[in-house]
């Protein structure tokens, strides 16, 4: 399927064309005088695979048929084309919707969904089917994180078509919504993207002017970074051609934070619009627990469960993140960002980022 | 203790000015020879009481004395004298921090807290004595929730001392972080703030232009409020005057988070400024569940033992609150504020949110 362009003006015109063909495909199956039928990727465990080309997981080959003809899938059918229909009325009228909400909708046009598993299951279908995230069909996450930079950005919401906004207009970052994942990026003077996995510590960036000092635009996650959150990342490293490093605590939790984003995840396995292969996991390393002399706490058991996961992970077969893990089994210790502040508020930045920079730079 | 002025520019000054008395007396004492020692209202449970009249959990007679005569007391006396010491100097340079990162900058002054909670405690001890919250020395909390709608806002942060913002610049929301916490207000169309729990409906609401059709400050709250919006509430309601409703999920966890904004927490009974006594928590209420016929789900057995403990809660004596602890009682019920997608997804907006407005307005 032909790569969607970066427009997102032209990518909700796609959009919207992939579901028109979806519904028409349909009615040429009806007209024909056989029973509809649906082909799409298997999603099941033995058909997810991943790929070192792509740094990412991607399904096999494997298919799965749904016919209006077995009644085992006339269920599921429905439901499926009933969500084709929903998410082209949300995408005509640019309204946004959450998963939650779309399972409650349903209701209202009488499709029954015993449960919200089985409405997202669904979305997650026409996902695979269209080849694009539910956000290009306007579902999105409840939550949001933030950014802050020179940045200048065009909305493409009605009301708010074509005005402009700088993403230093808010000095306590400006919120990553339906608004803003779908806005145009107009111009930079930044020449990289730092993203921090906590709320205290992109605060004190900003106040600090790390977005200047660093020609930066900053990125909080709030933790695990919600998917419209990775999509927004993508688009600063692919469409401004901006380095991407991450920041996180030093444990295992915070190694997959800064995954995710560069990676996804295996339940993303058929979209490939949420990774950044090329961003790199700044720190907090568990050497620089060692290095910089940061207050620690001890590995519990679950964090040593973690790192023998991740040991075994494809992802991080890399030098980089092999010799981290090593170093956590060995010093059994983990950190947090605001760990550097045992050196003073401003010195993670003063110091720590600065050589970290020049470091993966070189 | 003198009420703080409104400005927060005259606040910070004062905020200033009594962590410079209460390091003055410390001085004082020693040039008389005396050992120094704090006075403090005791924060202990038979010190807390409910005060129908102010509508919030407030502290009593009881005092504690701190002597550094007393060599049990020098510890946190110490710790007390630092956190003044350094909340002083992040209010002066104006430079914000977080609970955590409090709790390893002592380390750079080599003082001790064994753990977060110790410093956390030693916080609480500082805002007790000052009669003001931690946010006014520049201690924020990690989280953050938004505002949206016609309030124009002055910064008094550096940097951006005197640039203005229109909250509806961004139609994702406006973050509520420290800058715009710290901000004045300067100019507002609304007339009411309606403060929603769930980010979903928030942002369904700015797609349907609440904010305009009901001349309202529209707020996120993301679940239970964090300190600095609850703040902010409580600063659009007393300083522009603005009545406040408040949207939650029907269950009891719902009514809590709308409790919280009303009447505060008795973890917060040393402190006035974090209660908004007149917003009216505006639904969903359980009798909302029969009268729109809305989809719900079972009480579960956390959820009834909770409604049992409200039931006895000194801040839930009032009629409303009683008579839909009752009907969760009798339905077995609870539903979310999605769960009005069930007749469209404007349905909430067209027909509840007018009709919930002009009953309580009556």
Redesign the interface.
């Known amino acids: 399927m032909k790569k969607i362009s970066f427009s997102t003006r032209e990518k909700r015109r796609e959009v919207l064309a992939r579901l028109e063909r979806f519904g028409l495909d349909l009615y040429e199956q009806l007209e024909k005088g056989i029973f509809p039928n649906i082909t799409m990727p298997s999603r099941s465990i033995d058909n997810i695979y991943y790929s070192p080309e792509l740094r990412q997981y991607v399904l096999g080959d494997k298919k799965i048929k749904r016919s209006a003809s077995n009644i085992r899938h006339l269920r599921p059918f429905a439901q499926l084309v009933w969500m084709a229909f929903f998410t082209h009325e949300l995408t005509q009228n640019q ?4 998963l ?2 779309v ?3 349903a ?2 046009y009488d499709i029954s969904f015993k449960d919200q598993d089985e409405s997202d299951d669904i979305i997650t279908d026409l996902e695979t089917i269209l080849g694009c995230t539910r956000e290009d069909f306007n579902v ?1 996450p ?3 994180s ?1 950014v802050f930079g020179d940045l200048t950005i065009e ?1 493409t ?1 009605p ?2 078509e074509g005005k402009r ?1 700088n993403l230093t ?12 994942t779908s806005a145009e990026f107009i111009e930079t003077s930044a020449d990289k993207v730092i993203a921090i996995e ?3 510590l992109f ?2 960036f900003i ?1 600090e ?1 790390v977005h200047e000092r660093f020609n930066a635009i900053l990125v909080f996650l709030r933790g695990q970074a919600p998917r419209s959150t990775r999509y927004f990342i993508r688009r600063l490293n692919q469409e401004l051609g901006l380095p991407v490093y991450i920041f996180t605590d030093a444990d295992p939790w915070g190694m997959h934070i800064a995954m995710v984003i560069i990676s996804g995840s295996a339940n993303a396995a058929h979209i490939r619009e949420l990774t950044t292969p090329d961003a790199k996991w700044a720190g907090v390393w568990a050497s620089d627990i060692i290095n910089y002399k940061l ?1 620690s706490d001890k590995l519990e058991d679950i964090d040593v469960k973690r790192l023998h996961e991740l040991m075994r992970d494809p992802r991080y077969k890399d030098e980089l993140w092999q010799r981290e893990i090593n170093v956590f089994m060995r010093i059994q210790r983990k950190c ?1 960002l ?8 401003t010195h993670i930045v003063d110091k720590y980022l600065p050589q970290r920079l020049k470091d993966l730079e070189d």
Chains 1, 2 share one sequence.
């Not at 309204?95 to 959450?98: Q, V």
């Open positions: 309204k946004t919707s959450t939650r909400d399972f409650y909708s209701q209202a999105f409840e939550e949001s933030a909305y919401i009301n708010y906004l207009s808010h000095p306590d970052g400006v919120m990553i919504g339906p608004a803003l906590k709320g205290g605060t004190r106040e002017r207050p947090e605001e760990a550097f502040s045992r050196y003073g508020l």
